[in-house]
């Protein structure tokens, strides 16, 4: 539930506008007591999507920031997400990148008591 809607996301508005092709990366790994997971699209990035509807905010990805802002309460962890667009000259590829860093030692899903 974590991953998905950044996932739909980089598919509907990275990869769909897209005129041939595209491809999505996911890289999950673990340092420490974290899992760091990386997803990446070679869309047509962030900026392309806010010229077009620049009043959009995808319900998808606000529930999973409110998601994981109770697990950081619950848990007393941090977790954290991070979307930026990628820079041709400085990536070597345009599109947009989702870092997420979450606690492996905590449950990803409030525990009853």
Known sequence: MILQPYIEN??????????????????????????????????????????????????????????????????NKQYQSKIYELNKEIDGTSGTCVDLVLNATAPLVPMDD
Not at 26 to 36: E, F, N, P, V
Request: glycine share 10%; hydrophobic share 35%; proline share 2%.
């Open 10 to 75: 980089a598919i509907r508005h990275g990869l769909r506008p897209k005129k041939e092709g595209g491809t999505i990366v996911i890289s999950i790994s673990k340092q420490m007591t974290d899992l760091h997971i990386t997803i990446k699209d070679n869309g047509v990035g962030l900026s392309h999507g806010a010229t077009k509807n620049k009043d959009h905010i995808s319900l998808g990805i606000k529930l999973t920031n409110e998601r994981l802002d109770l697990l950081n309460r619950l848990n």
